[in-house]
């Protein structure tokens, strides 16, 4: 009995160790006793934590690699694309041109959404929140998408006071509603010749909504438009979609502290709401 309460108290620390078991990575610098088992057991757990940081460290390494290369060769690809948009100019009118200048479009889209999609992981380092006009925002990406209401025959109905302000990352919102419009004309569609685009202010929240009046979204795929590439009947239908969009734009959200919503009803349109907190809004400054 004398031994056993020996060994019993040399050992101590190591049953109360896995007794608890390991919950975070600071108990792998537990003091385990001078005894032979706990000594050994102190160095096995200080050799796998020094593993465990190193494998950590040549992750982020690789990772940082990755996102500088990214970055890099978006960059790359803009300048040819900026080239060809100015020589098009010259052209301005023939159909051609406007065939090429649809596709530099999509080519310019897809490279911002490449880039924005490599930055949302440091997130926390390019993001600068400051008081913004929405409807200048608005009517800023409603001009720009010109082209593409023209093409798919859609008039953009916008209904936001000119005295709306909103406190968030400018760069930012371009990014989001520019991804809630263009979904909206894409799947309204032969549907509906309108896009509806409108602010609500009351004593909480300033909510922006863009409502289409396309195909909508059947209800199985409603909780999962959020999910990263998840593209849903309609982007099969479509094509075209990578399921990244909505994503992004949840996932922006969150981080800015907007709350982002949709619901839609099969054949009678989608709408998409960002509520900007003003609660929120007073902590940013």
Sequence with gaps: MCFLIYKYYKHREVYTLFKKGIKSLDESFLYLGNSFLGRNISAILKQQHKLYQSMIQEHKKVHSEHLTFINQWIHQMKTPISVISLQLQEYEGEEVTENIREELDRLNKGLNMAMHFARADNFQKDFVVEKAKLNEIVVGIVNEEKRLFIKNEIIPKIKIDKFTYVYTDIK?????????????????????????????????????????????????????????????????????????????????????????????????????SIMFNKDNMNNFL
């Design 172 to 272: 930012w919102m371009k990014f989001i509603i520019n991804q809630l419009i263009t979904n909206g004309v894409k799947y309204s569609k032969c549907y509906s010749n309108y896009l509806n685009i409108k602010a609500e202010e009351n004593n909480n929240y300033v909510t922006l909504s863009i409502i289409d009046e396309g195909v909508g979204i059947v209800s199985k795929d409603i909780k999962r438009v959020f999910d990263p590439f998840f593209t849903g009947e309609n982007g099969r239908k479509f094509g075209e979609s990578t399921g990244m969009g909505l994503y992004l734009v949840k996932k922006v959200c969150d981080d800015l502290g907007h709350k982002v919503s949709i619901k839609s009803e099969v054949g009678k349109g989608t709408e998409v």
